[in-house]
């Protein structure tokens, strides 16, 4: 297949490039060679290269920053996601498009499945919703994944603060009050590979299985990284950031299931692969 991969310097990207570049040709981009802000060059760009499908991991990704910049946020995660959209239903092309667990305000208790009740509370999960609005008006054939708190090797990352910052304390205080899924973007970009081998088009949450607090998940770290790190639970408020997070966010990856295929493994097995090959 010919693939055409925009954001491929990011974090997902580089994993997207890892699983895909064997067996398809790919076109790669970033925001330098393909500014998904620029309507026409979007258009103009995928009219010819003439994709059999598009990935679209480039987004606007800083939550707090997203805050300050809410411009730059709609830009990029709503009206760049409605611009390939436009051009994805120009060439008649599938479009893969990366979404979020902050689309939802964090209320429930039980892990969501993709009909749950949408509420961002931040502007990153506002611009991002736009982004899936956009797709669901323009496009039938798309792959909306909703994912959540990713970590990889090629960006900053959960994981990687943690680890950095053992190096210099013996103490580090780490929110416990919000809920989710650490997803490693390997375990991630093999799902995107294997959903784009099919036409179930349609909304997804996809996610390494299981679930804990950013403090539970801080101290898995420093237990399977033999880091002698005490972690002390405190809440959102305690920790104050400019975007609200949602407390609860644990995705119930029910279509993906339904549609056959079989869960990613667990975010513990995961992320020991994820430290043993950084250490
Ligand atoms: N990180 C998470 O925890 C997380 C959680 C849930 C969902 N997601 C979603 O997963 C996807 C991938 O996330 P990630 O963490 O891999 O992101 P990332 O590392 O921040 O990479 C995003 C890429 O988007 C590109 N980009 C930004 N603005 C652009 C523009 N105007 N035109 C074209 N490219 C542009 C950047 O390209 P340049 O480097 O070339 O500027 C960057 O490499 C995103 O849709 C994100 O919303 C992420």
Not at 92 to 116: K, Q
Not at 137 to 142: C, F, G, P, R, T
Not at 211 to 218: I, K, N
Request: proline share 4%; charged share 25%.
């Amino acid at each position: 297949m010919k693939i055409l991969i925009t954001g491929s310097n990011g974090m997902l990207g580089h994993d997207l490039i890892k699983v895909l570049e064997e067996n398809n040709e790919l076109i790669l981009t970033t925001s330098k060679t393909f500014d998904i802000t620029d309507k026409k060059q979007t258009m103009d760009y995928i009219c010819d290269t003439k994709p059999d499908i598009v990935i679209n991991s480039a987004a606007y990704t800083d939550v707090d920053g997203c805050e300050q910049n809410q411009d730059l946020a709609y830009a990029v995660n709503g009206d760049g996601v409605r611009n390939l959209a436009l051009a994805c239903r120009e060439i008649d092309c599938p479009l893969v498009h990366i979404s979020t667990d902050y689309v939802f305000d964090g209320s429930a208790r039980d892990p969501i499945a993709e009909d749950g009740e949408i509420g961002p509370i931040s502007v990153y999960g506002k611009s991002k919703l736009k982004g899936e609005e956009a797709i669901l008006e323009i496009l039938d054939k798309y792959f909306i994944v909703r994912t959540a708190w990713l970590y990889g090797i090629n960006g900053r990352n959960f994981p990687k603060t943690m680890l950095e910052l053992a190096q210099n304390h013996s103490e580090i205080t780490v929110v416990y009050d919000e809920v989710g899924t650490p997803t490693y973007t390997p375990d991630l970009a093999y799902g995107i590979s294997q959903l784009i081998e099919t036409d179930y088009y349609g909304t997804y949450h996809l996610t390494n299985s299981g679930s804990c607090s950013w403090c539970e998940f801080a101290r898995y770290i420093f237990e399977i990284a033999d880091k002698d790190v005490k972690v002390i639970p405190v809440t959102a408020s305690e920790f104050a950031r400019p975007a609200p997070r949602p407390s609860y966010s644990v995705l119930n990856n029910k279509q993906w299931v339904e549609n056959g295929f079989k869960p990613l493994r667990n975010y513990k097995e995961a992320i020991k692969e994820y430290i043993e090959l950084i250490k």
